[in-house]
T-cell receptor
Framework: SQQGEEDPQALSIQEGENATMNCSYK?????LQWYRQNSGRGLVHLIL?????REKHSGRLRVTLDTSKKSSSLLITASRAADTASYFC????????????FGQGTELSVKP | NAGVTQTPKFRVLKTGQSMTLLCAQD?????MYWYRQDPGMGLRLIHY???????AKGEVPDGYNVSRLKKQNFLLGLESAAPSQTSVYFC????????????FGEGSRLTVL
């Protein structure tokens, strides 16, 4: 089964609002990463959080990780129309030799 | 510095034909991956490689073969294409060892008729 399930599947907000996306996973991980994909393009790395970290910030992005609940969230503050994209979490599985497994993604639409 | 380059970018095949997708990276990365992306399915790992001469199966390996004869190249082969293999294929490589970020190519759109 797919590791890394994001919710919601789709999210529509107004410019200036915050957007929160969640990711759940099933097995122990080394780290969890978030990626962004603009329509028709490859994925771009946003942020990586290691299994011993609880929170990480990068500009308008805030990522949390709760290993006891096997879940992570990505918060985009003060969203902009340019943030419209699909967002994916990826888990680096512990003891599985380099596998990086992606979730199904959250499609974010930010309306101006 | 080109990063990760995939060729071809588009291809149309007939059922039963074979083809190879080439992924090339110029960042001296050890780990390389092939994913497929289908609507509503996210990215699914087909095969990956942790170094030159090594390959391993991912989540959906059936119908595909891979080779990593040179460190910079990772080839994905379809021996007998099926309509179910119509998809967008992404190659990626990882820097800084396993704890690093993935760098993606721009994708290869394959249609099997």
């Amino acid at each position: 089964s797919q590791q890394g399930e994001e919710d919601p599947q789709a999210l529509s907000i107004q410019e200036g609002e915050n957007a929160t996306m969640n990711c759940s996973y099933k097995t122990s991980i080394n780290n969890l990463q978030w990626y962004r994909q603009n329509s028709g393009r490859g994925l771009v790395h946003l942020i990586l959080i290691r299994s011993n970290e609880r929170e990480k910030h990068s500009g308008r992005l805030r990522v949390t990780l709760d290993t006891s609940k096997k879940s992570s969230s990505l918060l985009i503050t003060a969203s902009r129309a340019a943030d419209t994209a699909s967002y994916f979490c990826a888990t680096d599985r512990r003891n599985q030799g380099g596998k990086l497994i992606f979730g199904q993604g959250t499609e974010l639409s930010v309306k101006p | 510095n080109a990063g990760v380059t995939q060729t071809p970018k588009f291809r149309v095949l007939k059922t039963g034909q074979s083809m190879t997708l080439l992924c090339a990276q110029d960042m001296n990365h050890e780990y390389m991956y092939w994913y497929r992306q289908d609507p509503g399915m996210g990215l699914r790992l087909i095969h990956y490689s942790v170094g030159e001469g090594t390959t391993a199966k991912g989540e959906v390996p059936d119908g595909y073969n891979v080779s990593r004869l040179k460190k910079q190249n990772f080839l994905l082969g379809l021996e007998s294409a099926a309509p179910s293999q119509t998809s967008v294929y992404f190659c990626a490589s990882i820097g800084q060892g396993r704890g690093g970020e993935l760098f993606f190519g721009e994708g290869s759109r394959l249609t099997v008729l």
